[in-house]
């Protein structure tokens, strides 16, 4: 009798071991990253980059994905964002939609698209969108999606930086906001502002102009910046002076994406 008890005990144990596990794994952030609107190949391998997770050069995320994944997250390439596919993460990044000077025929975000995207943030899903200045990134199409969350990226280059005088494109004035938690300088170079309204609010504005946006909308949350940011090339101090925190800046970007997800989590 002993023994069945123990073997029951036993097997018990181990089941509950197993939906541990399940549940653990169930519970981590995936976080998508876009390579629909975003489509570049390398001209000189064919092979897809800038701004993807898998790309290790300075146009790539990989140093950025590395901090996600010491978080506990997942990562994850998104083709093109049907709702089975943003069913299957809780944060979408978009960075630099192209235009045709960067794709022969390059992915504009259509009015499905729009509509899955706007009901995936509404039932909690979290968006970063990372736009580009003037000359570099696809602005009509993608400032159709983000009207609908309070936000237009202008069609313009502010923070021109010239060689390598850094200093051109440094942020030193920061506000007390979650971001900025012991930071005390970022590098954002050709940028362009945000113009907002509604629910939309600024979390950072040099000079009358916001440079980066967030707002919630409905159980999700949206943050917006005119400018990739964060790529290899500047995320630490491969080319960036010491007294730049970018890095920082980067961890607590992470954090606080992860943050709104468990909070929003579908």
Not at 15 to 26: D, N
Request: proline share 5%; with cysteine; aromatic share 12%.
């Amino acid at each position: 009798m002993r023994k069945v008890t123990r073997i029951c005990l036993l097997n018990l144990t181990l089941s509950s071991l197993f939906i541990f596990i399940e549940l653990q794994a169930g519970s981590q952030t995936v976080v998508g990253l876009d390579n629909w609107f975003n489509c570049e190949n390398d001209p000189a391998t064919g092979k897809p980059y800038h701004y993807l997770w898998t790309d290790t050069a300075f146009s790539g995320y990989s140093e950025w994905g590395d901090i996600f994944k010491s978080k506990g997250a997942v990562l994850k390439t998104v083709q093109k964002p049907y709702a089975e596919e943003l069913n299957k993460i809780n944060i979408y990044i978009i960075a630099d939609p192209d235009s045709t000077s960067e794709a022969p025929a390059p992915n504009y975000f259509g009015p499905d698209d729009i509509e899955q995207i706007k009901n995936w943030v509404s039932r909690g899903g979290v968006m970063a969108v990372f736009a580009n200045d003037g000359p570099n990134c696809e602005f009509t199409h993608l400032n159709r999606l983000v009207a609908v969350f309070g936000m237009k990226f202008n069609h313009v280059t502010i923070h021109r930086v010239t060689g390598d005088d850094f200093n051109m494109g440094a942020c030193i004035n920061l506000p007390d906001h979650p971001l900025f938690k012991g930071v005390s300088k970022i590098f954002l170079k050709d940028i362009s502002d945000i113009t907002i309204k509604g629910n939309a609010k600024s979390i950072l504005t040099e000079n009358g102009k916001v440079l980066i946006a967030e707002t919630t909308f409905g159980k999700g949350y949206v943050f917006a910046i005119g400018d990739p940011w964060i790529y290899n090339e500047y995320i630490d101090h491969a080319r960036l002076p010491l007294d730049f925190t970018n890095r920082k800046a980067a961890e607590n970007l992470t954090e606080l994406l992860l943050n709104h997800s468990r909070t929003g989590k579908k």
